[in-house]
């Protein structure tokens, strides 16, 4: 392009700028905007919208261009950053008045901003870490480093994979999903497979290539634990990441001090599909938090609090001892009301230091961050000692010993001394590099000789000029006279139009406005020149003062990052606390056993949704252990409780190895390593996937991963495809996950194949349960029971009636359910006969499920025949509304007819194309006498 209008020095100083950072968006600085030129202008104007302009609008070779205030440009970037671009910020780096008339002024690109280094942490999600990721294959394992620029958070891993596969191993992945990286960083050179299966996992993030890190991280990274060990592939991804920082924020290398190791075995591990099922961070509605477990934990009071808290609910533990050692906390703070409040009231004042110390270590920090810091410090001291004041009265005086696990955070008060002296109490708001009037006096008076000096001497000489207003007037005459200030032509002696004749010979002319004329005196020159000069000296010397200031600050980031790390667990611990005592929960008993026990459990998130729109929850209890019934098969009509059910189990199991109280009477959860789901239609159709194939995917996934320390979660399985191709698939995979050795985890199977209750007979460890209904006239009533027993219908159509289906069709569909039903039976050969009935374990009826507490339901009578077995005339006529429990005998199974399944073992063992005419007729009449003969049972 050769266009006049970009040989102007400024354009050719933009397009050499440019050219260093051909894949950014260059946002140029000019006085209070940040500019964008050409290509970049055309991109970012419609993103950001705002007004896509020209420079010397009207030529023709006009270039286009857009602009922000660098006052508010924080979110516009963020903004560019979060769709996927990368923002070179370029400022100018000289005054531009020791440039004024000389030249252009010096500018240098300062900063990058890509998705995973958003730079200024103001204005991001407080309660999430903003990670980057790289990725770097060795021989035998994958490195895997993660970074939080914005908090100096920096960890990695290697995780081993098969020396021929060039794909993902399946824990990374799970891992990579967890952390939800915003850009990814790969080594020049091969790994494309890595590449594109990254892309598949995350579309959303950033995808980088970068030059391969260098054997010595840069110099000014002094990273604790990295360095010894070149070559390890963790140690490389980490490596990749500090020289991405240093090429690209090298302020923010200050804040990564230590790269903590971690393996993927320390905490239970929960895959994608178990963290959407279970609603952790993202509700399925909408993904918002409304309605998921952390906002029902969430009652944290700081930033640093709700950060650990969420981590917390990522990454459960799986080491008893450690798992104890937080309950211990939370019990000591749950029992404990004031001393709690006073905890929490001591840490709402505290900010989020981390993110505060990222935002220091930034050229353009302002004196806002530090006194936001010197708030938080000041506020340690009473956080350190929230808790060791009295308790409640009313409490039996425990040995109140504070347990290990609640740390009491280490004031920083030299630093805190410091900035209380240094500082105004409310320092300005600053527009980065302006100059201004807004832009001095948040160094406290006092603080700096030489500053005072300069202030005293600017404020005497404004008061002089002030009191030449009046001394002025008494000499001319002129009552109107007026001393003015003008920000380019400096003060003047205004005098109107009308009293022009008056003005006295030693005013020289200066400046000629509308109806007025401004003049100034050789008196007031010299004054106005000694107070300019003394404010701006005082102006530099305060940005001076201040980068000491902020220098002594960031020498105590570590005791600071230390504190922060304390007031965090207080708080996040505090939250679970506060949870606990409010909604009843219990500490569950969390050991190496493999038993799953809970009496009375609630669903945490269902139960406090029923509370605020007055319902109540109906506690249930569960019973996995691999020793009596390892595997529950879960059935009762649609909408009676199954899935929120099999939710409320996983959800206790992992709020207990989080450490927190669970909703229950009583629990005791062996530590479960993974918690697998399967729950309710997926949507990755997005992705092109079907549901189906989503739904058999993860299906595969649970039995290639789950081990005997599992808890695997199956709510209807099978359901995206024909009823028997979905039975069969739900039939085997129970089978599977029972009769697999050394597999056996502790499995919750929901179904609406009512058909598999009948693997109890067959199978020690399964074991039955369904919600109980009752019919009540043409209504059923969800009783949101667990009782034992599998159920024998799921009473579709009636929920379709009850959702408005017309009458006409609800009747048209029982006709056909009854024909299916009969049908169905002849033609299939009715296959539950073919088991092998297991004595003793008929229907597991003792097995699940907790007994219900009212007598009533005990009372239900079991059938004498499966109600879906029988023709739809035989059924019992609809009791009228009164009678409670006679209506009830549609529920439980009863053990085949041993004459029938005699029958049916002979029909099937015999080959008819060997059977001569006669040979068929004798067998024809024994099969028949047999039917009508005694059972053998
Ligand atoms: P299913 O999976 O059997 O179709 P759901 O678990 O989806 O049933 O539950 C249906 C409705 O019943 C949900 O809206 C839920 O709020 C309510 N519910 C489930 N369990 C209980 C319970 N134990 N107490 C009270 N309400 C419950
Ligand atoms: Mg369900």
């Avoid at 199956?714 to 009823?723: A, C, K, N, Q, Y």
């Avoid at 399964?766 to 159920?791: D, T």
């Amino acid at each position: 392009m050769s266009r006049a209008a970009l040989e102007t020095p400024m354009m050719r100083q933009y397009l050499a700028i440019k050219a260093e950072h051909p894949d950014c968006l260059l946002f140029y600085r000019m006085g209070d905007f940040y500019e964008l030129f050409l290509a970049d202008a055309e991109l970012a104007a419609p993103l950001l919208e705002i007004a896509l302009t020209t420079r010397d609008r009207g030529k023709p070779d006009a270039v286009p261009m857009c602009g922000v205030p660098v006052h508010s440009a924080g979110p516009h970037i963020r903004r560019l950053a979060e769709l996927g671009h990368r923002v070179a910020v370029c400022e100018q780096v000289e005054d531009a008045r020791a440039a004024a008339g000389r030249r252009l002024v010096r500018r240098e690109v300062i900063e990058v901003v890509t998705p995973g280094l958003v730079g200024d942490p103001e204005g991001v999600d407080a309660a999430r870490e903003i990670l980057i990721a790289a990725l770097a294959p060795g021989p035998e394992a994958i490195g895997l480093a993660l970074l939080d620029a914005t908090t100096g958070d920096f960890r990695a891993t290697a995780v081993p994979r098969a020396a021929a596969d060039a794909s993902l191993p399946r824990a990374l992945a799970t891992e990579l999903e967890r952390a939800q990286p915003r850009e990814l960083l790969l080594a020049e050179g091969p790994g494309d497979a890595l590449a594109e299966a990254f892309a598949r996992l995350l579309p959303g993030a950033a995808r980088t290539r970068v030059p391969a890190a260098p054997e010595r991280p840069p110099a000014a990274a002094r990273v604790e634990g990295l360095g010894a060990h070149p070559s390890e592939p963790a140690e490389q991804a980490a490596a990749l990441l500090v020289a991405y920082l240093a090429r690209h924020q090298p302020f923010a290398l200050a804040q990564v001090v230590r790269l903590r190791r971690y393996s993927l075995g320390d905490a239970m591990l929960l895959d994608r599909a178990t963290r959407a099922h279970l609603e952790l961070f993202e509700n399925s509605e909408d993904g918002g938090r409304r309605g998921t477990l952390i906002e029902r934990l969430d009652r944290t009071a700081t930033a640093l609090g709700a950060r650990l808290l969420a981590r917390w609910v990522a990454y459960p533990l799986l080491d008893p001892e450690a798992i104890a050692a937080r309950q211990d906390a939370v019990a000591w703070l749950a029992q404990r009301d004031r001393p709690r409040a006073r905890l929490v009231e001591a840490l709402r004042p505290v900010r989020d230091l981390e993110r505060l110390l990222a935002r220091a270590a930034r050229p353009a920090a302002a004196p806002r961050d530090l006194a936001q810091l010197r708030a938080s410090l000041e506020a340690l001291p009473g956080v350190a000692s929230a808790l060791d004041g009295p308790d409640d009265a009313s409490l039996p005086s425990l040995a109140a010993e504070r347990p290990a696990a609640l740390p009491r955070p280490a004031p920083v008060p030299e630093a805190a001394e410091l900035l209380r002296q240094a500082l105004v109490d409310e320092p300005p708001v600053l527009l980065r590099g302006s100059r201004g009037a807004s832009e001095t006096g948040y160094i406290r008076p006092g603080w700096h000789a030489e500053l005072d000096g300069l202030r005293e001497a600017a404020g005497k000489g404004r008061e002089w000029i002030a009191g030449l207003e009046a001394r002025e007037r008494e000499r001319s005459g002129i009552p109107s006279l007026r001393v003015r200030f003008h920000p380019v032509h400096g003060y003047g002696l205004e005098v109107t139009k009308a009293n022009l004749a008056r003005v006295p010979a030693h005013f020289e002319r200066k400046q000629t406005l509308a109806n007025a004329e401004r003049f100034t005196t050789p008196e007031l020159r010299e004054m106005e020149s000694r107070v300019l000069g003394a404010t701006e000296r005082a102006a530099a010397l305060e940005r001076e003062i201040f980068e000491g200031l902020r220098r002594s600050a960031l020498e105590s980031a570590a005791p600071m990052r230390a504190a922060a790390r304390a007031v965090a667990e207080l708080d996040a611990l505090a939250s679970l606390a506060q949870v606990a005592r409010e909604a009843g929960w219990v500490r569950p008993l969390v050991d190496t056993s493999a038993e799953l026990r809970i009496t009375a459990g609630r669903h945490p998130v269902v139960e406090e949704l029923l509370r605020r729109s007055g319902g109540s929850f109906v506690p249930n209890d569960s019973e996995l252990s691999p020793r009596d019934v390892q595997l529950l098969i879960l059935t009762g009509p649609n909408m009676s409780g199954k899935s929120t059910y099999l939710r409320q189990v996983a959800l206790i199991a992992l709020l207990a190895q989080i450490g927190s109280c669970v909703p229950a009477e009583s629990a005791r959860v062996g530590i479960v390593d993974r918690i697998f789901t399967r729950v309710g239609a997926s949507d990755r159709l997005a992705r092109g996937e079907s549901t189906f194939m989503v739904e058999m995917r993860e299906t595969a996934e649970i039995l290639a991963c789950a081990s005997a320390r599992s808890l695997v979660i199956l709510d209807e399985i099978g359901r995206g495809t024909s009823t028997f191709d979905g039975l069969s698939i739900a039939w085997a995979v129970a089978e599977h996950l029972h009769d697999t050795p050394g597999l056996s985890p502790r499995t919750l199977f929901a179904t609406h194949y009512h058909e598999l209750s009948d693997l109890a007979r067959a199978r020690p460890r399964v074991g039955n349960a369904h919600f109980a209904a009752r019919e009540w006239g043409e209504e059923i009533l969800f009783l949101r029971q667990l009782v034992p027993g599998g159920a024998s219908r799921s009473y579709g159509i009636q929920v379709a009636r009850l959702a408005g289906l017309p009458g006409v069709v609800v009747e048209r569909a029982r006709e056909i359910l009854s024909n299916l039903e009969s049908g169905e039976l002849d033609e299939r050969g009715r296959p539950r006969l073919a088991l092998p009935a297991a004595p003793g374990s008929a229907a597991g009826a003792e097995s699940g499920g907790r007994a219900p507490a009212e007598g009533s339901l005990r009372s239900i009578p079991e059938t004498p025949a499966r109600a879906d077995a029988r023709p739809a005339a035989d059924r019992p006529p609809r009791p009228a509304a009164a009678g409670p429990v006679a209506q009830l005998g549609l529920f439980g199974s009863t053990p085949p007819d041993p004459r029938e399944a005699e029958v049916l073992q002979r029909l099937r063992s015999l080959d008819p194309s060997r059977l001569t005419p006669l040979e068929a007729l004798n067998l024809l009449a024994q099969l028949r006498s047999c039917l009508e003969g005694e059972p053998q049972a």
